[in-house]
Structure formats: C-alpha cells, structure tokens
C-alpha cells in the first residue's frame, strides 16, 4: 500500500491561527474512481471516522478494513492510513489530540485507558460494524460533536470534549465486556502511570536532546528502576521508543520543511548525519532523501 500512493504528514489544524486540539470534518465524496485510494497520510491525532453512507476501505499501514454505512474506525496518533471508496460517500471524521484525554494530572489514574489508542500497531479492535454500534449511541455522540463544531455555541469545546469522551467509553467498555484483551496490560498501580505520564510529556518536550537519565531524573527515580518501568508498560525500552520518536519527527521535518537532511539529524537529536541515515534507512528501508523524494 506505502509504495503505491503518495504519503504526506498532516499539519495540525489551525483555527484562526491557533493549533486547536478537535478538529470535526464531513467528508462528501462524488464519483470516486474504484479502488483509487486518497493520499496515505498520518498526523500526530487520533482520528474517528464514523460512515453515514459509504461502501469504502480504510488502510491502516498494512491493514485493509471494510467501511460500511454505520461503522466506525479509529486510527491510533501516528498510524499512516487512507481511504477508497465504492460508490458515492459522506463520513465525519473526528481528530482528537492525545494530551486532550489525558494530559491533566487530575486524570493521570485514567492513563492506563489511554494507551492503547496512543500506541502505534496495536491489536486491539479499533474497527466497530453498524450492527455492533446497533443502540445509537455512538452515533449520537459523533453528530453532537459534529454539531458543536459546526455552530460553535457557548462552550462548545467542552461539549465536543464531553461526547468525545463518550465515544472511547463506549470502546473500552466493549472492550470490556467481549472479553477483548486491550486495557489489562495497561492495568498498572496509578503511580505506575504517573511516572510514565510525566515522563511523555517530558520526552515531547525536550526529544531532541534528552537521555534515560535525565528523564529518570525528572521522574525522581533511580536509572535502573526507571528504564525497568518504561519497558514494562510501553512494552519497547527507552532508547528504542526515543528513537523511533526522533524519526517519526525526522519524517514531519522531511515531508513539511524545507530543512537540509544535515539540519533534521540536529534537530531531532541524532548524533551525526550519517548516523541519522542509518538508523532511518533501517527503521524505513529507504534513506532521508529517497523517501523525501517519494512522497513529495
């Protein structure tokens, strides 16, 4: 699919000239060719897309998922995806940014439902049929939030927040009672979680030049003990989850500045330019400049 069709990084959305953390569309498509899908894109949101009337496919990286009238699909922060369809279509798309549902520190105990929609290449079900969403309350809760977009009444942000929530409710809860392994291997003690919280939104901070050490030290715990509680809930150590977060910048910087290869290795913390080559080219199989030239 990545080697068909051109992939492009998706800027946050601005409104007035402010990144916002919702962004609401209706998608209306009229004559689509078959089977020709839209540009493979990805961004830093998780996205919801909820069918009004399509018969369409979602590609999520290596995935392929059926779009039917009624179904709901979410994309985890990060994932690369597309859509193509069968015949003329309309859906809303939601994108939510993460730190929206769990960055406060008054929810950090909620951290552990969080995860798996952050975590890239999850197994678990992301994708709901009509008839498995059947009492309408999901759908009920996209077209509030759609609405609220749209006419943009007084607080109309925490309403979008507040039906949004809804929504991965619905999820996890379904998760939950179908027996569907997805939150368990998050479910760790809160302070667990704290640690992991703060020590993520350090890392978003300051990716470009930080150590396991110092964020240890940020999170007031010893090297070893840190770098054991990483590994256990993020499921990936530190220094492999800190890389494949530089070259997920590295791949923005590429797809939407104009900056030298030589600049991005600096920038996104990477010791030399010949050691950013490498250890992209190994994570992406092609080099800076050949995937640069890919997809622009």
């Known amino acids: 699919m990545e080697s068909e069709i051109k992939k492009v990084y998706e800027k946050k959305f601005r409104r007035d000239g402010v990144e916002v953390p919702i962004h609401c569309i209706l998608m209306e498509v009229k004559n689509p060719k078959k089977h020709d899908p839209q540009t493979l894109h990805y961004h830093e949101y998780i996205e919801i897309l909820y069918s009004l009337n399509s018969k369409a496919y979602v590609y999520i990286n290596d995935r392929v998922i059926d779009f039917n009238t009624g179904d709901l699909v ?12 069968e015949k003329d279509s309309s859906y809303i798309v939601i994108k939510v940014m993460p730190e929206l549902i769990y960055t406060s520190e008054q929810t950090v105990f909620e951290m552990k439902y969080i995860l798996p929609f952050i975590i890239q290449n999850t197994k678990n ?11 309408g309350y999901v759908r009920h809760a996209v077209t509030n939030v759609y609405r609220e977009w749209e006419t ?3 607080c109309y942000e925490m309403a979008m927040r507040a039906d ?6 619905w999820v996890l809860r379904y998760w939950r009672e179908h027996d569907l392994d997805a939150v368990d291997r998050f479910d760790y003690p809160d302070d667990l979680l704290k640690v992991i919280q703060s020590a993520l939104e350090y890392i978003e901070k300051n990716y470009a030049y930080i150590t396991e050490e110092e964020v240890a030290k940020h999170c007031n715990l010893s090297y070893s003990y840190f770098s054991r509680t990483f590994k256990k809930v993020m499921n990936q150590s530190f220094s492999e989850y800190i890389k494949d977060y530089r070259i997920t910048k590295a791949e923005q910087m590429l797809l939407s500045t104009d900056y030298s290869i ?3 290795s600096a920038l996104t913390g990477f010791s ?5 080559i490498q250890q992209f080219k ?15």
């Open 262 to 264: 030589s600049e991005i």
């Open 164 to 169: 949004i929530l809804k929504i991965f409710l």
């Open 272 to 276: 030399t330019p010949s050691y950013f």
């Open 125 to 135: 079900k992301r994708y709901f049929t009509s008839e498995e969403l059947q009492d």
């Open 282 to 296: 190994s994570k992406k199989e092609v080099s800076p400049k050949q995937y640069r030239l890919k997809y622009l």
């Open 152 to 154: 943009k009444g007084y």
């Open 74 to 85: 979410i994309v985890n922060s990060g994932e690369a995806h597309a859509l193509s369809f």
